[in-house]
């Protein structure tokens, strides 16, 4: 089982940044895919950005140029940092991942518990 636990989340005026964290910890050989989706109120989750374990990156275009995801692979975590916010992007953000509980096992998807996000205009 992998535990996901994310921090950073807050209060910030529009225009201002935030930092999001999420540290996987468990039963992890390997992960491969790490990511951050979003819920608003009233909306379905989104994928807001997500970077394989090569580096490779996607992002959303509503948060492109805006939004930066990164990873450390020897610590199982991913960050991702939220500049020049608007109010649309306030939600409840989850961290995602997909991981090997050995080199030959299935790909597991878990789900962290979620950190609100608001941005007042």
């Known amino acids: 089982q992998v535990q996901l636990v994310e921090s950073g989340g807050g209060l910030v005026q529009a225009g201002g940044s935030l930092r999001l964290s999420c540290a996987a910890s468990?039963?992890?050989?390997?992960?491969?895919?790490m990511a951050w989706y979003r819920q608003a109120p009233g909306k379905l989750r989104e994928s807001v950005a997500m970077?394989?374990?090569?580096?490779?990156?996607n992002y959303a275009d509503s948060v492109k140029g805006r939004f930066t995801i990164s990873r450390d692979n020897a610590k199982n975590t991913v960050n991702l940092q939220m500049n020049s916010l608007k109010p649309e992007d306030a939600a409840v953000y989850y961290c995602?991942?997909?991981?090997?509980?050995?080199?030959?096992?299935?790909?597991?998807?878990?789900w962290g518990q979620g950190t609100q996000v608001t941005v007042s205009a």
């Open positions: 995602y991942t997909t991981s090997r509980r050995t080199s030959s096992s299935a790909l597991i998807p878990s």
């Open positions: 468990g039963s992890i050989f390997s992960i491969n895919v």
């Open positions: 970077i394989t374990s090569g580096g490779s990156t």
